[in-house]
């Protein structure tokens, strides 16, 4: 069963803008992990944020966890067209260490 | 070093017969795991193996579907009986230890899977 939600579904923007993208979970977690997947296949890990940590930083990549509010967002500065990929976020559960509950992800595009 | 290989990299067949898919994961990986991907569904766990053994596989949709690991090393996901809705791409995954969680999966390239 689907663990998160992200928004939007889509997104599309030029080359050189930010994109940010929204993540949502219903249960508590360990950690919340986001991916990257080109082309229907091989998901490629970016970043994972603990459930104690606010905020992390990779490249330029920027991952903020409320756990609060039960929500992630995964931000991209001065995007690339080779960014263009769906991005997922998926959580670890306290009570069923290892396995990963993904969301539906956000397809991103790029434009040049 | 290589990442986690699967085989095949793609597999059609039809309504009724049995296939297994194969995952290589990362040398020295002590939890492997498997997922399918399809349009309905999106990206659903359905079993991981630490070390040889297999503390969940609640996500097998049906007795239809088994696994095994051998050597700590490579598993096998075998369809039984195979019908169109388990037309999808199948994932593994490995990361170095599961039950400490916390640890980042890497992901093979899948296995498409088309039953007719």
């Known amino acids: 069963s689907q663990q998160g939600e992200e928004d939007p579904q889509a997104l599309s923007i030029q080359e050189g803008e930010n994109a940010t993208m929204n993540c949502s979970y219903k249960?508590?977690?360990?950690?919340l992990q986001w991916y990257r997947q080109n082309s229907g296949r091989g998901l490629v890990h970016l970043i994972l944020?603990?459930?104690?940590?606010r905020e992390k930083h990779s490249g330029r990549l920027r991952v903020t966890l409320d756990t609060s509010k039960k929500s992630s967002s995964l931000l991209i500065t001065a995007s690339r067209a080779a960014d263009t990929a769906s991005y997922f976020c998926?959580?670890?559960?306290?009570?069923?260490?290892?396995?990963?509950?993904f969301g539906r992800g956000t397809q991103l595009t790029v434009w040049p | 070093g290589a990442g986690v290989s699967q085989s095949p990299s793609n597999k059609v067949t039809e309504k009724g017969k049995d296939v297994e898919l194969r995952c290589d994961p990362i040398?020295?990986?002590?939890?492997l795991y498997w997922y399918r991907q399809s349009l309905g569904q999106g990206l659903e766990f359905l079993i991981y193996f630490q070390g040889n053994s297999a503390p969940d596989k609640s996500g097998l949709p049906s007795d239809r579907f088994s696994a095994e690991r051998t050597g700590g090393s490579v598993s096998t996901l075998t369809i039984q009986r195979t019908q169109q809705e388990d037309s999808a791409v199948y994932l593994c995954?490995?990361?170095?230890?599961?039950?400490?969680?916390?640890?980042?999966?890497?992901f093979g390239p899948g296995t498409r899977l088309t039953v007719l």
């Open positions: 249960t508590s977690i360990n950690n």
């Open positions: 995954a490995s990361s170095r230890e599961g039950l400490a969680g916390g640890n980042e999966q890497f």
């Open positions: 944020i603990r459930s104690n940590e």
């Open positions: 998926a959580t670890v559960r306290g009570s069923t260490l290892g396995r990963l509950y």
């Open positions: 040398s020295g990986h002590t939890a």
